[in-house]
């Protein structure tokens, strides 16, 4: 091979291309960012609209269906989901993943520009952003003092901290939960302002122009420009009560007459928790593409130096969640599992080589690979995060197999007396076409994973990269460093009378009763080609009986993974007060801090990723301690914390435990009816989990339309406000801010400290029913007479829906359940069952969502990746060995994998799910690897001229050692990610489990099935050669070319479906070593006993 002879001939330029990679490989490796997870491009937006006041269908009408039709119209578009709540609606887009983000944000901003006229002038602006769901805090901190108020503390934040902490390089954005600003609070009395007989409109616009300084233009006086301003900003906060607001006769009335004005804590709109005291906490976001460790260490640091140099000594500032430790244990764990796993593959190399220069030699495939596929991760801009380490990890025994193989085959040469140098070269040259296959076709089966559809196929890309990457240049190296260290560096163990140690005495004892294994093993392939249709039946039987275990191994999403977090959502009853949620909260709070299993929790009130919190909803974060000191996984803690919480009356929770690939995001079944007619849909719901609830395995069975909440009806008399000169919009325009607050300027105070001015009714009128109808609504313009809200409205109290959910462009009621931990395992199939046998009526549908979603999209990509996968193996085996027929054969050892793929996972107590099958379609590649091995040896020595029988028996007795090793180095360097042994990595270990069992079953039946199929292959070849016209004579040749000697060999060599097909060059005869000879007389044993 020229690769080879290059190395061979020039053995310091080798060395000096290992070098550069080993180099280039540490430098990208410290620049490359550590993540938790592959940085995707989600493109998904949201639109936040508030709507102050304004009831759910309100919201729906007037927010929500002009901004669904018209973003439903956007090219690429694949799920419009709406959320209408009291006062505040929320649009979610999520686009197709070709489409880029930046793309999706555009298309947004230009429909929202188009429509932005036609929505009520009573809501905000809309707020359009970047909607992402792994969008996560990287760190949280929480400030809390003993001596200070929230107010204080939220004073202290501003001035010092927040800011401090924005300057923190890769920070995208820093948020106070809890937070409580001072402002000036203007509280009217509306008794008061009626007697005054002045409308709220003036007492808004007093206010506003005289709360700042008033720019009014500039004045050039020759070379000189100053600017004009109108200082009539008030200085003091008792300047506001001396404000005229408007006259009386003669009399001005000021704004102390009909308000009181104080400055004085906010009203709070959400609350914090650190371990059940009181906190303010700071999320920080990352902007994209940030290192996750360097960015939370930077908080960290800036936090540390705060506490130490700028806050009080009462104060205390303190990381309570961090991305950069789920980031740093999860990288070690997956970096340990690797440093295991290659340890294991080397020793496994020592056993059967019996030599430590062999060992050294074949081993430094393993580091150059390793490193110098950082070269190509950082060029490919791909990150350190636990996909490409997880592929490094799982690839360990992979890198070393290519030079297992030529190493092995190099000593082989040598133990048959060869010189180094030519030992080298022979045997790389005789097995350089079977090494390439072997690679070839893991890449290939790598190539469909491009293809794969969805937000797992964008993850499983990097995965799928990084593992391509590696075998090339594992491949490279057994090419080149191998036998060129094979032809310099003598090896006097190589030689089969070389004195040997204990240790090689002992590994020596070993191998002689591996030789007697191999001897056994021939054996069984020669009854297996004198019994071919038992055998293949045998296989058969097998292979169907394995279908048996899919009802027990079951199927899920994502498996379980144990990260020591446990996460808990609460909803109080429908319009409770942030202080009622919280003390609910307290409540369960001290309920947890009695577990020995928790170590801290972190609880949050009313406050959401995109401003859609409510205060009756909460959630509290539970952080437990490690894996060691306690018996129960993660996932086991949620499942006892759930007869717990159903101790407390009133409330709905939901119970999960989070992981690194997902988690915390819901129930695992949800089932969503869709249509139009609220009602319909609270029956439907209701049958549905009725139905449910009769499934053994499903609890906790929960439905999204919530009880209704008290709301007060005001219906206008349009007739009698239509002579007022007051229209809806102008109620709706007095109200809101009188009920819920408005912010109607701001005054900066001296020291330059900045307060919102808030103008809002007095607590009395605003918690009495029967004090809404004497508030001011407007003035008549022929009396003068204040109007009040009685006047003009009739005020009654109902019910109304707490949110409406819309899902493209229909409501939608969604029925969510918990899976028990022994729920069997065809528990998705019962409940697709129960959507698919459930009438509905006319314009109302079933839509799976969770797992079952999930499941299908995953299962969907997947069996497209596994097809596509054989095809590509099909292509490669095709194209190498130059026949149509011989890769059948070769491929029959795919279908033998799943026999172990099942076993594996049911030993493994692993689940059928996404890790397991990309496991499985990496198992293609792997498992073609002997088939290739014992087929190439087998198409030498029939070129030879040995009978088809004879080169079948030769190829397993020469192929069976290497084909052992390189199967036993995956097997062990899998084997720590299989045993789970370190916290935050049981989610890898289905991947594991599938590949160590699919490997161990394929080389068995591989082994024994492949030789049977060439022989049927065989008889086909020549039966279709018959049928084909031979090729014509090549008139140009000086010799007619040798007949072969064997009848099955010149069939085959005319057939253009040729099986086993003839080379130009014949390889040399190689003499057999002493090991084989000691095999064929174990062989003759066997036979005579």
Same mark, same amino acid.
């Given at each position: 091979m020229?690769?080879t ?7 310091v ?5 290992m ?5 280039f490989?540490l430098f ?5 960012p550590?993540?938790q997870?592959p940085?995707?491009d ?8 508030a709507?102050?006041?304004?009831s759910?269908e ?5 927010i929500?269906?002009?901004?669904e039709d018209?973003?439903?119209?956007i090219?690429g ?7 209408a709540q009291?006062?505040q609606?929320?649009?979610?887009m999520q686009?197709?993943?070709g489409?880029s ?9 230009d429909?929202?520009a188009g ?7 009573a ?7 970047k909607f992402?769901?792994s969008?996560?805090?990287v760190?949280?901190l929480?400030?809390s003092?003993?001596q ?14 927040l800011d ?5 390089g890769?920070?995208?954005?820093v948020?106070l939960v809890?937070g409580v600003?001072?402002?000036v ?5 509306p008794d008061?302002?009626s007697?005054q007989?002045i409308?709220l409109s003036?007492v808004?616009?007093a ?7 008033l ?5 050039t006086?020759? +070379?000189?420009?100053? $600017? /004009?301003?109108? =200082?009539s900003a ?9 404000? @005229?607001? *408007? ?11 009909v308000?009181?004005?104080?400055i004085?804590? +906010?009203e709070a709109? $959400? /609350?914090?928790? =650190?371990?059940g005291?009181?906190a303010l906490a700071i999320?920080?976001?990352? @902007?994209? *593409?940030?290192?996750t ?7 960290a640091?800036a ?5 130490a140099?700028s806050l ?7 990381v309570i ?5 789920a ?7 997956v970096q340990n599992?690797l440093?295991?796993?290659a340890?294991l593959?080397v020793?496994?190399v020592f056993l059967?080589l019996?030599?430590w220069?062999?060992t050294?030699?074949?081993?430094l495939a393993l ?5 110098g ?5 950082y ?11 997880m592929?490094?990890?799982l690839?360990?025994?992979?890198l070393?197999?290519d ?8 000593t082989?040469h040598?133990?048959a007396?060869k010189s180094h140098?030519r030992?080298a070269l022979e ?6 076409l079977?090494?390439t296959?072997?690679?070839?076709a893991i890449?290939?089966?790598?190539l ?7 937000i797992l ?5 990097q995965f799928?990269?990084t593992?391509?990457v590696?075998v ?5 190296v057994a ?6 260290l094979s032809?310099v560096?003598?090896?006097p163990a190589s030689?089969?009378?070389?004195r040997r ?5 002992t ?6 009763g591996?030789d ?10 020669r ?7 038992t055998?293949l039946g045998?296989?058969?039987?097998l292979f ?8 027990t ?6 498996p379980?993974?144990d990260?020591g ?5 609460i ?7 942030l202080?009622?949620?919280?003390a ?19 609880a ?6 995109v401003g859609?919190?409510?205060?009756n909803?909460?959630t509290i974060?539970v952080?437990l301690v490690?894996q ?14 759930r007869?717990?919480?159903?101790r ?11 992981g690194?690939?997902g988690g915390?995001?819901?129930k695992?079944?949800?089932i969503?009816v869709?249509?139009q007619d609220?009602d319909?849909?609270?029956r439907i719901g209701?049958?549905?989990a ?5 499934i ?6 929960t439905s ?6 008290p709301?007060?009806?005001?219906e ?6 239509s002579?007022l ?6 109620l709706?325009a007095?109200l ?5 607050g408005?912010t109607?300027?701001?005054?900066t105070a ?7 001015v ?6 009395t009128?605003r918690?009495?029913v029967a004090?809404?109808?004497n508030l ?8 003068g007479?204040i ?5 003009i409205?009739r ?6 829906p707490?949110?409406i ?5 229909s409501?939608?009621?969604t029925?969510e ?7 069997p395992?065809?528990v998705?199939?019962q409940?697709a069952?129960?959507?698919?046998r ?5 314009g ?8 079952a ?7 969907a990509?997947a069996a497209?990746a596994?097809?596509?996968a054989v ?5 490669v085996?095709a194209s190498?060995f130059?026949?149509?027929?011989q890769?059948?054969?070769i491929?029959m050892s795919?279908p ?6 099942m076993v594996?996972?049911w030993?493994?107590?692993s ?5 397991s099958?990309?496991?499985?379609i990496m198992?293609m ?5 002997n ?5 190439d040896?087998a198409?030498?020595q029939?070129?030879e001229?040995?009978?088809?029988y004879?080169?079948?028996v030769?190829a397993a ?8 090793m ?7 360097g899998?084997l ?12 890898n270990a289905?991947?594991a489990?599938?590949v160590?069992?699919?490997l161990?079953?394929?080389?068995l039946l ?5 030789p049977?199929m ?5 008889a086909l070849?020549r ?12 008139h ?8 072969p ?5 010149a069939?085959l060599?005319?057939?253009?479906l040729?099986?086993?097909?003839a080379r130009?060059q014949?390889a ?6 002493p ?8 062989v ?5 006993g």
């Amino acid at each position: 091979m020229f690769l080879t002879r290059v190395s061979v001939n020039n053995p310091v330029f080798t060395v000096m291309v290992m070098l550069a990679i080993t180099v280039f490989g540490l430098f990208s490796w410290q620049r490359l960012p550590v993540e938790q997870m592959p940085d995707v491009d989600v493109p998904a937006v949201a639109i936040v609209v508030a709507y102050d006041g304004a009831s759910p269908e309100a919201v729906e009408n007037d927010i929500i269906k002009p901004i669904e039709d018209t973003m439903a119209t956007i090219g690429g578009i694949d799920v419009i989901r709406s959320t209408a709540q009291v006062g505040q609606a929320m649009v979610l887009m999520q686009f197709d993943l070709g489409m880029s983000s930046a793309e999706a944000m555009n298309d947004v901003r230009d429909r929202m520009a188009g429509i932005q006229s036609s929505l009520p002038d009573a809501a905000d602006m809309p707020t359009i952003l970047k909607f992402d769901p792994s969008d996560t805090p990287v760190i949280s901190l929480a400030i809390s003092s003993d001596q200070r108020s929230l107010s204080q503390l939220t004073q202290l934040a501003e001035d010092h901290v927040l800011d401090r902490l924005r300057n923190v390089g890769g920070v995208g954005s820093v948020s106070l939960v809890g937070g409580v600003p001072a402002q000036v609070d203007v509280t009217i009395d509306p008794d008061r302002l009626s007697a005054q007989g002045i409308p709220l409109s003036e007492v808004r616009t007093a206010i506003a122009a005289n709360a700042a300084d008033l720019p009014s233009g500039t004045i050039t006086e020759g +070379a000189t420009s100053q $600017s /004009l301003q109108i =200082r009539s900003a008030l200085t003091q906060v008792g300047d506001f009560r001396d404000l @005229v607001i *408007g006259r009386r006769g003669d009399q001005p009335v000021h704004l102390s007459e009909v308000a009181d004005i104080r400055i004085g804590p +906010a009203e709070a709109e $959400s /609350l914090a928790f =650190r371990d059940g005291e009181p906190a303010l906490a700071i999320d920080v976001m990352k @902007v994209q *593409g940030a290192n996750t460790i360097a960015v939370a260490s930077g908080i960290a640091h800036a936090a540390q130096a705060l506490g130490a140099d700028s806050l009080p000594g009462d104060v205390r500032i303190e990381v309570i969640a961090s991305e950069a430790g789920a980031v740093e244990d999860s990288v070690s764990a997956v970096q340990n599992m690797l440093v295991e796993g290659a340890i294991l593959s080397v020793v496994i190399v020592f056993l059967f080589l019996n030599s430590w220069r062999s060992t050294v030699i074949t081993g430094l495939a393993l580091p150059i690979s390793m490193i110098g596929t950082m070269v190509a991760l950082y060029f490919l801009g791909f990150t350190l995060n636990i996909m490409t380490l997880m592929a490094l990890s799982l690839s360990v025994g992979i890198l070393i197999d290519d030079a297992i193989v030529v190493r092995e085959n190099i000593t082989r040469h040598l133990q048959a007396g060869k010189s180094h140098r030519r030992a080298a070269l022979e045997g790389t040259a005789e097995i350089g076409l079977a090494v390439t296959a072997t690679t070839l076709a893991i890449v290939a089966v790598f190539l469909p994973v491009a293809f794969m559809e969805g937000i797992l196929g964008r993850f499983f890309l990097q995965f799928g990269a990084t593992v391509s990457v590696a075998v090339l240049i594992s491949l490279f190296v057994a090419f080149t460093l191998d036998p060129m260290l094979s032809s310099v560096w003598n090896d006097p163990a190589s030689h089969p009378d070389a004195r040997r140690g204990p240790v090689g005495r002992t590994i020596a004892r070993l191998n002689d009763g591996f030789d007697r294994l191999t001897g056994r093993y021939l054996s069984v392939l020669r009854w297996s080609l004198r019994h071919r249709l038992t055998t293949l039946g045998i296989a058969f039987g097998l292979f169907m009986a394995s279908f048996a275990l899919i009802p027990t191994v079951g199927a899920e999403f994502l498996p379980a993974e144990d990260n020591g977090r446990v996460s808990i959502s609460i909803e109080t009853p429908p319009g409770s007060s942030l202080d009622y949620t919280a003390a609910r909260v307290s409540q369960i709070e001290t309920r947890l801090r009695d577990l020995p299993e928790v170590a801290a929790t972190y609880a949050s009130i009313g406050a959401a990723a995109v401003g859609t919190g409510q205060k009756n909803t909460a959630t509290i974060g539970v952080t437990l301690v490690p894996q060691a000191q306690r018996n129960a996984s993660a996932m086991e803690f949620a499942a006892s914390l759930r007869p717990i919480l159903r101790r407390f009356p009133g409330l709905q929770t939901e119970v999960s435990a989070e992981g690194d690939l997902g988690g915390g995001a819901g129930k695992p079944v949800q089932i969503v009816v869709l249509g139009q007619d609220s009602d319909v849909l609270r029956r439907i719901g209701d049958q549905v989990a009725g139905r449910l609830a009769a499934i053994a395995g499903v609890e906790d069975i929960t439905s999204s339309m919530r009880q209704a909440q008290p709301e007060i009806g005001i219906e206008l008399d349009r007739e009698r406000a239509s002579e007022l000169g007051i229209s809806a919009r102008d109620l709706g325009a007095v109200l809101a801010p009188m009920m819920t607050g408005e912010t109607i300027a701001t005054w900066t105070a001296p020291g330059s400290q900045s307060h919102d001015v808030v103008i809002r009714l007095d607590q009395t009128a605003r918690s009495r029913v029967a004090a809404l109808g004497n508030l001011p609504v407007g003035v008549d313009a022929d009396s003068g007479q204040i109007i009040r809200l009685d006047q003009i409205a009739r005020i009654e109290q109902r019910s109304g829906p707490v949110e409406i959910l819309r899902e493209q462009l229909s409501r939608r009621v969604t029925i969510e359940a918990n899976l028990a931990p022994d729920a069997p395992g065809d528990v998705h199939a019962q409940i697709a069952q129960l959507t698919a046998r459930m009438p509905l009526p006319e314009g109302y549908r079933f839509s799976l969502g969770g797992e079952a979603e999930q499941m299908a999209e995953s299962g969907a990509s997947a069996a497209s990746a596994l097809l596509l996968a054989v095809i590509f193996i099909y292509l490669v085996l095709a194209s190498q060995f130059g026949s149509i027929l011989q890769p059948l054969a070769i491929m029959m050892s795919l279908p033998m994998s799943l026999i172990g793929v099942m076993v594996g996972l049911w030993l493994g107590g692993s689940s059928l799910n996404v890790m397991s099958a990309i496991g499985f379609i990496m198992l293609m590649g792997l498992v073609v690897k002997n088939a290739i091995l014992l087929v190439d040896n087998a198409n030498q020595q029939v070129r030879e001229g040995t009978n088809l029988y004879d080169a079948l028996v030769g190829a397993a007795r020469i192929r069976f050692r290497p084909i052992v090793m390189t199967t036993l180095a995956m097997i062990l360097g899998m084997l720590p990610m299989a045993l789970s042994l370190h916290q935050g990595t049981s989610q890898n270990a289905p991947m594991a489990h599938a590949v160590i069992g699919g490997l161990v079953s394929s080389t068995l039946l591989t082994l024994v099935v492949v030789p049977v199929m060439l022989t049927y292959l065989d008889a086909l070849g020549r039966h279709a050669a018959r049928f084909l016209p031979d090729p014509p004579p090549d008139h140009t040749a000086t010799a007619p070319p040798p007949a072969p000697a064997d009848p099955p060999a010149a069939g085959l060599a005319t057939a253009r479906l040729a099986l086993l097909p003839a080379r130009d060059q014949p390889a040399a005869h190689l003499p057999q070593s002493p090991a084989a000879d000691r095999i064929d007389r174990t062989v003759q044993k066997t036979s005579a006993g």
